[in-house]
């Protein structure tokens, strides 16, 4: 029973974690009024969750891409991209805690 409910715990987990969707770090544009005239030159970063099914991992990708186009009103260039581990949490299973880490993938891109 103990070890149904840790597997029912990790779906759990897993399932909320494969919800997520692309994040914006920072956008090329801050869309203030008092941004200096050279703001379209800097770069952008998004980030997405790299963890889960290949279905998964591909529509946060395309998620990703959908939010650089919107960020710089369509054209953009990827200018590096790389991965990065980050938090995590631990699963309790009867005596036994297992450590699940999250793997994020970076983008940094620019306008073009």
């Known amino acids: 029973m103990k070890q149904i409910k840790s597997m ?3 779906i759990s ?8 969707s692309a994040q914006m770090v920072s956008s090329p544009k801050s869309g203030s009024a008092y941004a200096p005239v050279n703001e379209g ?4 970063v998004v980030k997405y969750l790299n963890d889960g099914a290949d279905f998964v991992r591909n529509q946060r990708r395309d998620d990703a891409y959908k939010q650089m186009h919107d960020a710089c009103n369509g054209r953009y260039k990827i200018d590096a991209e790389g ?3 980050e938090g995590g949490g631990v699963i309790n299973s009867g005596a036994t805690s297992f ?7 970076y983008i940094r891109f620019s306008c073009a």
């Open 8 to 10: 029912i715990t990790i």
């Open 13 to 20: 987990f897993l399932a909320v974690a494969g919800c997520m």
């Open 41 to 44: 030159a800097r770069g952008g």
């Open 83 to 85: 991965s990065s581990a």
């Open 99 to 105: 450590w699940t880490q999250s793997n994020y993938w």
